[in-house]
């Protein structure tokens, strides 16, 4: 074993428990990929730890239950200091006697200090840096949890919409519901159910509205995959990686059906202007298997546009509340079967299902031309990578010999809109994210284009979960119409090669006919890249 494996071993502990740096993360899965011995070892930790926590988790009641009958004990018969010389003065001239009861307080003493907040509130020895890591190695989920809506943005007070998400990652099978709302003449008429089943390749989406519908669609492996795992990312922000759950703080401990939690908070802003929320994040996590079975999300919104929320009288209002949370439980086949209710329409059915492209953002229509953002990763150096197209409506004339003359690391494409840049959408975020082209892909007669986007200098707190707005240039007359700014929402964290063969290069073929990703990209060569337009970007600022 060399220095290098030692080095990487004695960091293996600090990858499992998620705590390592993300910049550190990187270096270590590269070298663990390509030397055996030491992936081995990791999983030999793994599977350590994997017993450890089962074994904790399996004595975590009977544990509770000890210190349960301990404390009624003490309660009833008075106090434990007259229990031990009670049994010393019976027995004066016996040595061992006083020995034994010296002990036998002792070791009460220690377990209610060590499984209790017998002597006060204790930070514990952990923090929620772990907690990304949970979504990429769960092996089912299962929430549910209410949506309380604003009255200040409906206009009326609503009441708060029960929902349920079953997310089964070693099948990548996903239930949920969603709720919609409906407007007439603009005025919000009513809010109703809906509910999605992803199984087989097929996605079931089920109108609960008036309308009262079935619709099937046919979506690719990668897609079914993507979906689940985006899903699962996006409802605890795991998708912020360790940085964002590095801020939490510890509150305490509160029990729940009679069992103590320790309770994390973190709040963070978003938005500018009458936009501009500031988020509470609220978790009650197990101190034995440390992860959340509850979780709260709060918002403060601002009353006046460009303020700080308490400055303009705002005042927190409950966003979303998980009751339960349940990890790694088998989940029936039954939860993702495609029941029909009797009487439903069928807008398309399995054998006339249309088969879903991959497009998770949206689109643009300006009248003679188009931007349609695809889908977007956001490396671990804080780089982002988007997939976009832009055309004339209808299409004039054919994009190939552009993109052709296109270099690596050189401008995007001066497409009819040309997404050039990023601007994270939070206050005082004082960064651009300068695009450069990257590689391109063509499917269905449509050249997508992949850039990445390196920001010009230090990242915003949170950058992976923050939202982008989309700057674009028209390469063709504007319209006389103010344009509306383009959002990009988060996307998948990429921490590894592992992460982008999977992800970007599984996007990448997703979205070529060929099925084949662009050749010669890979992740040690994307992050060089990425810091050789930063070098670019600072030399050009100084």
């Known amino acids: 074993m060399n220095n290098i494996c030692e080095t990487i071993r004695d960091q293996i502990p600090e990858l499992i428990t998620g705590t390592l740096p993300v910049e550190q993360t990187a270096e270590m899965r590269e070298h663990l990929n390509q030397c055996p011995d030491c992936k081995a070892y990791q999983q030999a930790l793994e599977a350590d730890d994997q017993l450890l926590v089962d074994f904790v988790e399996s004595a975590q009641q009977s544990i509770h239950r000890i210190t349960e009958n301990v404390i009624s004990t003490l309660a009833q018969e008075a106090t434990l200091q007259e229990q031990a010389a009670r049994t010393i003065k019976a027995a004066p001239g016996r040595r061992l006697s006083k020995l034994v009861a010296a002990v036998i307080i002792a070791a009460i003493v220690m377990i209610l200090a060590h499984f209790t907040d017998f002597f006060g509130v204790r930070a514990p020895a952990y923090d929620m840096r772990h907690l990304p890591r949970l979504a990429k190695e769960a092996r089912s989920v299962h929430l549910r949890y209410k949506f309380y809506f604003d009255p200040s943005e409906y206009g009326k007070h609503l009441p708060p919409i029960p929902m349920e998400l079953w997310i089964d990652l070693s099948g990548y099978r996903l239930r949920e519901t969603y709720y919609t709302e409906r407007y007439e003449r603009g005025k919000l008429t009513g809010i109703f159910t809906a509910e999605g089943i992803s199984n087989g390749g097929y996605f079931m989406y089920v ?16 897609q079914t995959m993507y979906k689940a795992y985006h899903r699962l990312s996006s ?27 320790d309770v994390w908070e973190n709040e963070v802003q978003t938005g500018k202007g009458k936009n501009n929320i500031r988020w509470r994040d609220k978790y009650w996590v197990s101190p034995v298997t440390r992860k959340p ?19 303009s009288g705002g005042k927190w209002v409950l966003h979303c509340e998980y009751d339960k949370i349940e990890w790694n439980i088998p989940i029936p086949d039954e939860v993702f079967a495609f029941e029909v209710p009797d009487g439903y329409e069928y807008w398309s059915t399995m054998e006339t299902a249309p088969l879903e492209e991959l497009d998770e953002l949206g689109r643009m229509d300006y009248k003679s031309a188009v931007l349609d953002p695809r889908v977007n990763f956001t490396l671990a150096d804080g780089s982002v990578i988007m997939a976009w197209r832009s055309e004339n409506q209808p299409a004039t004339e054919s994009q190939e010999a552009l993109f052709k003359r296109l270099k690596v690391g050189g401008d995007v494409p001066p497409l009819p809109l040309e997404a050039y840049a990023l601007k994270p959408f939070i206050p005082k975020a004082d960064v651009t994210y300068h695009g450069r082209h990257l590689a391109y892909t063509k499917k269905k007669g449509h050249f997508i284009e992949w850039s990445i986007y390196v920001p010009d200098g230090p990242l915003p707190r949170h950058n992976e979960e923050t939202r982008y707005e989309v700057i674009f240039r028209f390469n063709f007359p504007p319209p006389d119409w103010r344009t509306s700014p383009q959002g990009l929402g988060d996307g998948i964290v990429i921490e590894s090669a592992e992460d982008f063969d999977k992800w970007v290069l599984g996007a990448m073929a997703e979205l070529s006919d060929s099925g084949v990703p662009p050749q010669d990209l890979t992740y040690e060569g994307i992050l060089a890249l990425s810091k050789k337009i930063a070098y670019e970007l600072a030399k050009r600022q100084n």
């Open 207 to 222: 109108d609960k509205d008036q309308k009262k519908a079935v619709k099937f669609t046919r979506m690719s492996d990668y």
């Open 235 to 261: 409802t605890f922000r795991f998708y912020a990686g360790i940085d964002f759950f590095r801020d939490f703080q510890y509150m305490g401990r509160e029990k729940i059906d009679g069992v103590e939690y």
């Open 293 to 311: 079975v509850r979780s709260e999300i709060w918002k403060l919104k601002s009353k006046r546009k460009g303020l700080w929320p308490l400055a």
